[in-house]
C-alpha cells in the first residue's frame, strides 16, 4: 500500500478550508474527493450521519487525508443551519472556500415546521443565511488570494422567473417551477453577495454542473424520475458535472479568480435568463434578509 503523502497527488490546496454542504453524494462528493487529494483541510455537512460517516471514511481511505470533518444539519430547518454556523465559527478560524451546494426537489408543496416552503428553504434561505453567517471567517482567510463562494444553480432557473407575490408557490406549485426557481435564486444570490461584498476579499460565483447521473433524480418525485429515466442515457457522470465546480472553488485561472459573482457553465460565463435581473437579485435579497433575520442571531 502506498504511503499516505504519496497518495495526495498533489499538495497545492495544503493550508485551505473548504466547506461543502450536501457532499454526501453526487457532484459535492466528487468535489470534496478532488479537495481532498490536493491536500485541502475539508468540512462536510450533510442531514445523515450514516451517509456522511460512510462518504468520509470513503475519502479519507482513497486520497490518505485525514484532515476531513464531518457536521450534521438539516438544510430545511434554519434553527439548524444557524446552529451549525456558530459550532464552525467557534471551531474553525477562517474559511477560504464555502461550496452552497445542498440541493434537491419536492414532489408535493410541503410546509416545514418553521413555516417555510420545503424546497424554497433547503435550497436557498439555508445557503443564504450560512453564508451570510460564515462572512467573518471567510474575510478572515489569511491567504494571499480571495476567499471564494460557490452556489450550485442549474440551467432550469431559466424555466421559472420569481413572482415576488407567491415567492413560496402557495398558488401554482409543481416540483420543477420550484426546483428552477430555487436555482435562480442560487445564481441571483451569488450575483448580490458579489455586489454587496465588493469590500471583502471574497470572490462568489454560481454554475451549471449540466445535467449529471446523480441521486437527484431519484429524489424528486415522480416527475423527476421520469425526466431521469428519459434523459438517463445523457446525462454526464459526476467527474465532468463537477468540474466548472471545482475549478471555481480551485483554480488559479484569472477567470475563476475573477467571477465577479457571474454564473458559468463548462468553465465559461454563461447567458443568464431574462428575468435573472439585477432588481429581481436587489429585491430577493431585501426579501430573503427580512425571512432569514430572526434565525441570523
Ligand atoms: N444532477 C444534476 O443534473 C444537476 C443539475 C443542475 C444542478 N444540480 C444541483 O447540484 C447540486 C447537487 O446535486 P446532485 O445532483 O449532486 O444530487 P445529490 O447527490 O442528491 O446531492 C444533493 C445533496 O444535497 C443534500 N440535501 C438535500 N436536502 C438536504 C437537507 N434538507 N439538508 C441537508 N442536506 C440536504 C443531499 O443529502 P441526501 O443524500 O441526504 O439526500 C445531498 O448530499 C444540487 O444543488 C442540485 O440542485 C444538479
Not at 10 to 39: C, H, P, Q, W
Not at 77 to 103: E, H, Q, Y
Not at 145 to 150: Q, T
Not at 220 to 234: K, T
Amino acid at each position: 500500500m502506498k504511503r499516505k503523502d504519496q497518495r495526495i497527488s498533489e499538495n497545492d490546496l495544503l493550508g485551505k478550508t473548504y466547506l461543502v454542504t450536501g457532499g454526501n453524494s453526487g457532484i459535492g462528493y466528487e468535489a470534496i474527493r478532488n479537495f481532498a487529494s490536493r491536500g485541502a483541510r475539508v468540512i462536510l455537512v450533510c442531514r445523515s450521519k450514516e451517509k456522511g460517516r460512510e462518504a468520509l471514511e470513503n475519502i479519507k481511505l482513497e486520497t490518505g487525508n485525514d484532515s476531513l470533518f464531518l457536521y450534521i444539519a438539516d438544510f430545511s430547518s434554519l434553527i439548524s443551519v444557524n446552529r451549525f454556523a456558530k459550532k464552525i465559527s467557534k471551531d474553525f478560524s477562517k474559511i477560504d472556500v464555502l461550496c452552497n451546494n445542498v440541493g434537491g426537489a419536492n414532489a408535493i408543496r410541503m410546509v416545514t415546521g418553521e413555516g417555510f416552503e420545503m424546497t424554497f428553504v433547503t435550497n436557498h434561505l439555508s445557503g443564504f443565511l450560512l453564508t451570510k453567517m460564515l462572512l467573518p471567517l471567510l474575510s478572515i482567510s489569511t491567504n494571499e488570494e480571495p476567499a471564494r463562494v460557490i452556489f450550485t444553480s442549474s440551467y432550469g432557473h431559466a424555466h421559472s422567473p420569481l413572482n415576488f407575490d407567491d415567492l413560496e408557490l402557495r398558488n401554482g406549485y409543481s416540483s420543477l417551477r420550484a426546483y428552477g426557481r430555487s436555482k435562480l435564486m442560487n445564481l441571483l444570490t451569488a450575483r448580490e453577495f458579489s455586489l454587496r461584498c465588493q469590500r471583502e476579499n471574497i470572490v462568489f460565483s454560481s454554475f451549471h454542473p449540466g445535467a449529471v447521473r446523480t441521486p437527484i433524480w431519484s429524489k424528486g418525485g415522480s416527475a423527476s424520475r421520469f425526466i431521469g429515466f428519459v434523459l438517463f442515457p445523457f446525462l454526464i457522470n459526476v467527474k465532468r458535472g463537477s468540474d466548472t465546480f471545482i475549478w471555481l472553488a480551485s483554480s488559479q485561472d484569472q477567470r475563476a479568480l475573477e467571477a465577479d459573482g457571474q454564473y458559468f457553465f463548462k468553465r465559461k460565463r454563461a447567458r443568464v435568463a431574462t428575468h435573472a435581473t439585477t432588481a429581481a437579485s436587489s429585491k430577493l435579497w431585501d426579501l430573503t434578509e427580512k425571512l432569514v433575520e430572526p434565525f441570523a442571531e
